[in-house]
């Protein structure tokens, strides 16, 4: 690829850069919550030799420093844009603290790693309804739940609209959802959080997280499938036509009367019935500090009268306990939990296999003929759960707009 020899020299002058700790180590890369595939190279401390870290037995490392950061190559899958297996690449500096990211940018498109694993789930127990996503880690006594987003079909004329006349439906916005659950302290080693000890855990914290997948669908009698991509409250609409009222015999379904939320039509005109509905799908990310042992160099023979650093006049022992930050993160597909019903499955590249999940969270906004929908003479919206409801009426008649005269 054209990137490639861009991607190679990005790669040798961030990895082997003199002045950095662990410089000319090999990146550790993990894949992240978002989807990404993050890469680090080397802490911010400033360098020097590992071995001899905290030379002092007595010492006792901080979990962090404060200001420290290290280097990331993050890598964001955009198989649509970019195709199958390539990747956007973003070099940053993050805090090594929070992991907050202070500066960077993106570099370049390539080819993902495809060294990567991803990591076995850690839900013991999946909850899924039309609501959202639950996940149980029983042996931490961890539960996260993610909600299903709230998506967006902008329409205008809207709840009714005549025969012919333009129409307008946009996807107004799909955005991502995350929950999260976690504990203060796991006692692996035996120790306690004023007395910690080597393997002890603390701040765990388990985070879901729902991204788009694809375009909402939206299907709507006599008018077909609508594939709409996220437009947001700014973007141009589509327009549709119906050529048949909704009257039963052209398919129309129930009566506004027996629809809430409708009160704006005669209870007695019948209504089409559509959809609509987007794929997501789901991330799990893991987060917690490990309270490790530290090795250093100390002068001298060890206990069996060896020496085995400082180019022989040392030993290595422990100098010291630090808590050490861990993440690990991946996918969790819809084949993974188990007695997930069907109207939730997701098979967005029509293999067969379901790969995603159904957001039915649909929410309809009224437009104004601006194609806005925070206009206060129009503004209103209806959530039936990925219904949509829509009264098409022939010749003149009310068109859905407040204060119009039937």
């Not at 390539?86 to 060294?115: K, R």
């Not at 006599?222 to 409250?233: C, K, P, R, S, Y």
């Not at 069996?304 to 991946?330: A, D, F, K, L, P």
């Amino acid at each position: 690829m054209k990137n490639m020899g861009l991607l190679f020299i990005l790669f040798t002058l961030l990895f082997f850069q003199p002045h950095r700790a662990q410089a000319q180590s090999s990146p550790d890369c993990s894949f992240e919550a978002d989807g990404s595939i993050v890469c680090t190279t080397g802490g911010g401390d400033g360098g020097g030799d590992n071995d001899d870290d905290g030379n002092n037995p007595n010492s006792t490392p901080t979990p962090c420093v404060p200001g420290a950061t290290h280097k990331e190559t993050i890598y964001r899958p955009e198989p649509i844009r970019l195709g199958e297996g390539q990747c956007s690449i973003w070099e940053v500096e993050a805090l090594d603290c929070t992991g907050e990211i202070v500066f960077g940018g993106n570099v370049g498109t390539g080819d993902c790693p495809q060294v990567v694993s991803q990591p076995q789930h850690p839900c013991d127990i999946f909850s899924v309804t039309s609501g959202g996503i639950t996940c149980d880690a029983v042996g931490w006594n961890v539960r996260a739940r993610v909600t299903f987003p709230e998506i967006y079909l902008d329409v205008r004329p809207y709840p009714a609209t005549l025969v012919r006349w333009p129409t307008a439906v946009r996807n107004g916005g799909q955005p991502e959802s995350t929950g999260s659950g976690g504990v203060d302290y796991i006692p692996n080693g035996g120790g306690s959080p004023g007395n910690p000890q080597e393997g002890d855990w603390r701040d765990l914290r388990l985070t879901l997280t729902l991204r788009p997948a694809g375009p909402l669908l939206v299907t709507l009698p006599h008018i077909g499938n609508l594939t709409l991509a996220d437009q947001g409250v700014t973007g141009n609409p589509t327009q549709i036509l119906w050529e048949v009222p909704s009257h039963p015999a052209a398919g129309g379904g129930p009566l506004a009367g027996s629809v809430g939320g409708l009160e704006e039509l005669p209870g007695d005109i019948p209504l089409f019935v559509g959809t609509g509905r987007a794929p997501y799908r789901l991330f799990w990310e893991l987060r917690y500090y490990e309270y490790v042992a530290k090795m250093g160099c100390v002068a001298g023979p060890g206990g069996n009268g060896n020496y085995n650093c400082g180019g022989g006049t040392g030993h290595r022992e422990i100098v010291g306990y630090e808590w050490e930050r861990n993440s690990s993160g991946g996918e969790i597909p819809p084949t993974a939990v188990q007695n997930l019903p069907a109207s939730v499955m997701a098979d967005t590249n029509n293999d067969g296999m379901p790969d995603a999940y159904w957001d039915k969270n649909l929410t309809l906004r009224r437009m104004d003929d601006n194609n806005r929908v925070d206009n206060p003479q129009y503004q209103r919206s209806w959530n039936w759960g990925g219904i949509i409801y829509w009264a098409v009426r022939e010749g003149q008649g009310q068109i859905g707009w407040p204060g119009s005269v039937p």
